[in-house]
């Protein structure tokens, strides 16, 4: 069945350092691939999406790329901010049943 | 204003009762979910409904039972609750089901104390 992988945490990083949280997935059909990011007592925000291979998202300063040869829609950033602290999720949207399938989550800490 | 609201931000309660946690979008969405997210952030789909209709039940003990009166709310009750119950629960909607591209839209979520 379609499923998502993301790297595990917990990060840590210095303020402008580089981000990367991998992510690869496993699905049939042409699945969309989203990033959600949970702040701190918050529910989860979509943070950026893309819907086709070769696809970038990107906001805030976060871009991943949906790569379907590598099956993989890695998260980065070029300098991470302390704002940047919080819980970030991978997902995918099957678009060959009715289901919404998330992984399992990587805290990012960013210290001044 | 509010997109995805739920009530109550918080819920402490004791072992055995019975309680209930109420979701509201406004956003005209179709399809509404409940999510339960334990202490290491793992989220776990419970229910979806869309139109009103069930179309996704996990497994979940059948003390939990999902209502929804119209496709704007989708509210959670729980019977006899345990100690594992204890939780954060996310309400969220989209758009004509989570197939295709439709992202969802997450409420602050409940985070339920069972004592």
């Known amino acids: 069945g379609d499923s998502v992988t993301q790297m595990e945490g917990p990060v840590t990083l210095s303020e402008e350092a580089f981000l990367t949280i991998n992510c690869t997935y496993t699905?049939?059909?042409?699945?969309?691939l989203f990033w959600y990011v949970q702040y701190p007592g918050e529910g989860l925000q979509l943070l950026l999406k893309?819907?086709?291979?070769?696809d970038k998202g990107s906001n805030k300063g976060f871009e991943a790329t949906y790569r379907k040869e590598t099956t993989s829609f890695h998260l980065e950033k070029g300098s991470v901010q302390v704002s940047d602290s919080a819980v970030y999720f991978c997902?995918?949207?099957?678009?060959?049943?009715?289901?919404?399938?998330f992984g399992t989550g990587t805290s990012l800490t960013v210290i001044p | 204003d509010t997109a995805v609201s739920q009530t109550p931000k918080y819920l402490v309660t004791q072992m055995g009762n019975d309680k209930s946690i109420k979701c509201e979008q406004n956003l005209g969405h179709d399809t509404m979910y409940w999510y339960k997210q334990d202490s290491k952030k793992f989220l776990k789909i419970m229910f979806s409904y869309n139109n009103k209709e069930l179309i996704i039940n996990e497994t979940v003990p059948n003390r939990f039972s999902p209502k929804s009166p119209d496709k704007a709310h989708l509210n959670l009750h729980i019977n006899s609750l345990e100690l594992g119950d204890s939780a954060v629960y996310f309400c969220a909607s989209s758009q004509h089901g989570a197939g295709g591209y439709n992202e969802q839209f997450f409420g602050p979520g409940t985070r339920l104390t069972v004592l």
């Open positions: 699905a049939t059909g042409y699945p969309s």
């Open positions: 997902a995918l949207s099957s678009n060959t049943g009715n289901q919404f399938y």
């Open positions: 893309a819907t086709k291979a070769d």
